[in-house]
Antibody, heavy 120, light 107 residues
Framework: EVQLVESGGGLVKPGGSLRLSCAASGFTFSTYTMNWVRQTPGKGLEWVSS????????YYADSLKGRFTISRDNTKSSLYLQMNSLRAEDTAVYYC?????????????WGQGTLVTVSS | AIQLTHSPSFLSTSVGDRVTITCRAS??????LAWYQQKPGKAPNLLIY???KLGSGVPSRFSGSGSGTDFTLTINSLQPEDFATYYC?????????FGGGTKVEIK
């Protein structure tokens, strides 16, 4: 069974940093592109970042402007998101999502999400 | 970035009804569109990809159509478990973007 479990969310002050982790199991992690998608409370979905299976390719949402860094450790089947210079508008539930086998740029399995709250 | 606009934003309907939701892209995206269903407190679930292909394990009452800028998600004979919010997502180009969603509620 495919499982994605996020961790690392919490309350952080504006300007602070946080590192999110996603532990994957039930599939061959090293062969899949992985993604972060966030959802602001009561609102819609926003794609954050994607990383190819071997970390050669990384893509980010324009709104992040270099503040976030995606990475992965295939030996640990883990995905990460380093978030720096956090702002109130980064407050959201952050989901780890696997790229679909049928269409690489869609998401077929998601974690339960981890809440990041940026507030003083 | 390509913007996606849902229509309607909110839909009140009944079990057994046929429901059609529209997603319009700000520029042509060929068939690079997916649909997701999200229930409260849960992660989204992939329903449709490539505009019309059914995702794994998705019931056949769900169908998608469209190409270019206009897309539709149709649910035939709405079931109680289908009351949820539906989102479209384009993957024609980065940044990947989602529409604002259509909430389907029980009348």
């Amino acid at each position: 069974e495919v499982q994605l479990v996020e961790s690392g969310g919490g309350l952080v002050k504006p300007g602070g940093s946080l590192r999110l982790s996603c532990a994957a199991s039930g599939f061959t992690f090293s062969t899949y592109t992985m993604n972060w998608v966030r959802q602001t409370p009561g609102k819609g979905l926003e794609w954050v970042s994607s990383i190819s299976s071997g970390s050669s390719y990384k893509y980010y949402a324009d709104s992040l402007k270099g503040r976030f860094t995606i990475s992965r450790d295939n030996t640990k089947s883990s995905l990460y998101l380093q978030m720096n210079s956090l702002r109130a508008e980064d407050t959201a539930v952050y989901y780890c999502a696997r790229a679909s086998e049928d269409q690489l740029l869609t998401f077929d399995y998601w974690g339960q999400g981890t809440l990041v709250t940026v507030s003083s | 970035a390509i913007q996606l606009t849902h229509s309607p934003s909110f839909l009140s309907t009944s079990v057994g009804d046929r429901v059609t939701i529209t997603c319009r892209a700000s520029q042509g995206i060929s068939n690079a569109l997916a649909w997701y269903q999200q229930k409260p407190g849960k992660a989204p679930n992939l329903l449709i990809y490539d505009a019309s292909k059914l995702g794994s394990g998705v019931p056949s009452r769900f169908s998608g159509s469209g190409s270019g800028t206009d897309f539709t998600l149709t649910i035939n004979s709405l079931q109680p478990e289908d009351f949820a919010t539906y989102y479209c997502q384009q993957f024609s180009s980065y940044p990947l973007t989602f529409g604002g969603g259509t909430k389907v509620e029980i009348k």
